[in-house]
């Protein structure tokens, strides 16, 4: 039987081969582990836990939808290349011509003094063109690790982004329509079609409370990283609402409804995009109306290098990298650990390009022996909230796991 590759691209060992306990002391790869007795209770090694199978390229989490993700060594740069962003659809993206984008036109109405019809000449003629590196993560990023589990795209750690979009404010776009007193939320509308093919069903329509839509930040975007958006991102429209979950940046943008209540729209009921507002037990049934909708995302960050697997000198000195984001609120630190969380390192950090832009972080570490370790990233946000080592409330779809990343480093 053929052996698995490593995310490093050698062969897998079994679990045998890769933990050994012994009389002599605990071995990971045949290797000395120097910290074991700093592992906290139910926390795996990742020369046992990581399975991932994960190659160079993005990885496909499935294909009716296409769904990939990015691997974390994939996202190390500063803004995320058109390439190396994740994809995620509900349904079909629509078949475009080579000049779509000319006759493009979004429709803004509902509870608005004026319905508007915009082109994307429109949109750059009449309102101020800004650029702004912007997040996108998706909220099932981290569902595989929920045990129980449940049903839908096992994302692990590379459901995020954060590029430069160019467009106008959402805001100003609103502001010209005449929103009126009455508007509570937005409703979004997008050209994918369902996967069953029935022109009635919608793939998905979310939205966001007025307070939210009227956030500077923002936009209705016509570029990324200076050039079209790459169709499987939303080409040659869509939404970019950072902070709060990535299906609320409408890809192929179409119609924005202001409206007088909640918005009701595919994926903005029953479970999707919602959690227990009460935290429960794994497993638990929860009642449908003890539900509420997911708004800004937890505070997270990525150890982007070097690749889990990396082989150092013990003794000498070498970087560890990476990105860090909060959602609706600003990342305050950064700090790594190499022993398992007995001791942590600040890292610096760096501010970011501007809110809702991830921030980058590095740090120098040293292993003082031979031996199998792990770099451990733990992220705290303004308001004082830090990463849990391991998941943190259980839910029934998966949503808003923000536990630490951590990578595998071999000292020889």
């Not at 349904?91 to 000049?99: D, F, I, R, S």
């Amino acid at each position: 039987m053929r052996k698995k590759e490593n995310e490093s691209g050698g062969r897998r060992l079994s679990r045998r081969a890769a933990l050994q306990l012994t009389g002599g002391g605990a071995l990971a790869f045949g290797l000395p582990l120097p910290f074991l007795k700093n592992l906290p209770t139910g926390v795996m090694l990742l020369a046992v836990a990581d399975d991932t199978g994960v190659r160079e390229g993005l990885t496909v989490l499935g294909e009716r939808p296409l769904n990939m993700e990015t691997p974390p060594h994939l996202l190390d740069d500063e803004v995320t290349p058109g390439a190396r962003m994740f994809v995620r659809n509900n349904g079909q993206p629509p078949k475009l011509e080579a000049n779509a984008a000319a006759g493009w036109k979004v429709r803004i109405d509902g509870e608005v003094e004026r319905a508007l019809d915009l082109s994307i000449a429109d949109l750059r003629r009449d309102f101020e063109t800004v650029s702004l590196r912007l997040q996108i993560e998706c909220a099932g990023n981290g569902r595989k690790f929920f045990v129980p589990g449940s049903r839908g795209n096992q994302w692990s750690f590379g459901a995020i982004s954060c590029a430069e979009w160019t467009g106008v404010r959402l805001r100003d776009v609103l502001q010209a329509a005449g929103v009126k007193p009455g508007a509570v939320y937005t409703g979004h509308y997008g050209a994918d079609t369902h996967l069953s093919g029935n022109a009635d069903k919608e793939a998905i329509s979310r939205g966001v409370p007025m307070e939210k839509a009227m956030e500077a930040h923002n936009l209705i975007a016509f570029a990324m990283n200076g050039n079209d958006i790459p169709l499987l991102n939303g080409h040659p429209l869509r939404l970019v609402v950072p902070g709060w979950p990535g299906s609320c940046s409408q890809k192929w943008l179409k119609r924005i409804w202001v409206r007088d209540q909640v918005h009701d729209g595919e994926k903005m009921t029953g479970e999707s995009y919602r959690v227990p507002a009460y935290p429960v037990a794994p497993g638990t049934e929860v009642p449908a109306e003890d539900f509420a909708i997911i708004e800004s995302l937890p505070v997270k960050s990525l150890v982007t290098f070097p690749r889990t697997g990396h082989r150092v000198d013990a003794g000498a000195s070498f970087e560890v990298r990476g990105q860090a984001w909060a959602g609706d609120r600003a990342v305050a630190r950064v700090d790594v650990s190499t022993d398992f969380g007995s001791t942590w390192k600040q890292a610096e950090l760096a501010k970011p390009a501007n809110r809702y832009a991830w921030q980058r972080w590095r740090a120098d570490l040293s292993l003082p022996q031979v031996g199998y370790y792990e770099v451990w990233a733990r992220a705290t946000d303004d308001a004082g909230q830090a990463q849990p080592p391991v998941t943190p409330g259980w839910n029934p779809k998966g949503y808003l796991n923000n536990m630490q990343h951590r990578i595998a480093v071999v000292a020889l």
